[in-house]
């Protein structure tokens, strides 16, 4: 028994001899032990299309008010002819739908707090007035000319997107607002905006006051060129940079305010952003991009014009050129999530996922983009918004879920879980290797008959009318990894009948 004891001690203290060894080498050779990085929530929403026209009756007190007082004016009784006045509206203004109104955002911005009350950050992706805003505001402020006296109508849109950011961060007090313009944002029309303008100058100072204050300055400065700004994301991400582009400039439809081209912008909007992504690499940072319009293929507006792209049809595109995409591709190392919106729906898109495009330099698999779904039900889904898990120190996205309201009103609605991520797509999280995987699986999947390809179709459009993908999903899937007109027609027409 006391020579078991001795065997045992001795053993023990070989041991723990081994084990100082070890330790002694670690710390010699830097090293520390591993650490588990807890994931940080935050939220991602997109195309609020807040709609101050809804009750056209209140439209000449929310001209003449502040911001301040506008709550107490949208939460006030309906109008009595609320229904018949809007209805009216829409029809002058040829609305193809219904945006967010008062009650709706109230709805959205109380769920968002009760689903995710310690988000550590926000990213707001676009658009956040109502559609057909010159001809709603024309038409209930008859007293203004929008040719003549262009400032008036500028102050409301400047006015509107202000209460949507006081709402914004009256709900989540101190936590980061990084915000983009849309096509929707501008002070003269849909896809129409001066470079270097009062109205940038002005929405400038609105976004950045959803930021740290020692941040402000510098982003105001910036903003007030081309509506762009870049920063380094406040703790706890770390060694991080958001680059938050305004890609309006490259798409076709893109104007100034007289309706003049100007391809210019575009250059300097690509010049711009280079420059930064040069920057971040030169110290260090990884990076995540931010913008409304996404780059690539526009799938929808293609197979709903039945476009034969094996008989030379050419797709519909995003964006009017594929500098953007390129731009990305070429930093994929740097780059760790991309978000974008626009179509309103809940969709992904990986850039750079072929092989073709892998360098020694560049050994990473793409860019993952993350397209947010909308708050706004114009286009007859539900309003959403997204719930994202995000790992601070790597600066990816470790998960998300979509969170969906029951109806289009905000009215008794109710708001639930539409799906998980990780879970419905069995990913570890969404990075370009998983999303390359899950595209992959979707490829494979030509008739969408496995759970996994059916899933997707669902939570594409929220609220369900997966008809609209069902019959065209090879189609729709070359989108994902595509992002040229070439490659996706060389994909579809490659594609099995």
Known sequence: ?????????????????????????????GSAPARVVRAVPALMISDIHFDPFHDPAKVPQLIAAPIEKWNAILAS????????????LQQQCHSRGVDTPYILLKSALSTMHAQQ???KFM??????????????????????????????????????????VAELRASFPGIPIYAALGNNDSGCADYQLDTGSQFLSEAGKILASGLPAAQR????????????YSVSMAAPMRNTRLIVIN???LSAKYTTCNGAPNPEAGKSEIDWLQAQLAAARKSGQKVWIMGHIPPGVNPYSTIAKRKNLCANAKPDMFLATDQLADTLIEYRDLIHLGIFAHTHMDELRLLGADAAAETPATPTQGVAIKMVSS????????????????????????????????????????????????????????????????IGEFQ????????ISIDYIRNYFVGDRSSELQPFWPQYVCALTNATAKSYAACVCATPK
């Open 117 to 119: 009350p310690d988000a």
């Open 217 to 228: 300055p510098d982003v105001i400065q910036q903003f007030a060129a081309e509506g762009n």
């Open 1 to 29: 028994m006391l020579r078991s004891t001795h065997r045992f001690y001795g053993l023990r203290i070989a041991l723990l001899i081994g084990i100082s060894i070890l330790a002694s080498q670690a710390n010699a050779l």
């Open 444 to 451: 494979q999947d030509r008739d969408a008959k496995q759970q």
């Open 375 to 438: 708050i706004s039900p114009v286009d007859g889904n539900n309003p959403s918004f997204t719930v994202a898990s995000v790992n601070p120190t790597a600066a990816t996205l470790q998960d998300y879920q979509v969170i969906a309201a029951s109806n289009q009103t905000g009215i008794d609605t109710k708001w639930s879980q539409e799906y998980d991520y990780a879970q419905t797509y069995h990913q570890p999280q969404f990075s370009p290797g998983p999303v390359k995987d899950l």
């Open 77 to 88: 009784a309906p109008s009595p002819d609320q229904p018949q006045a809007f209805d009216a």
């Open 123 to 164: 990213t707001v992706s676009g658009d956040l007035i109502a559609h057909a805003f010159p001809c709603r505001y024309k038409a209930l402020a008859p007293s203004s000319n929008l040719s003549s006296d262009p400032s008036s109508y500028q102050a409301f849109v400047l006015k509107t997107i202000a209460y949507v």
């Open 247 to 249: 890609d309006l400039y």
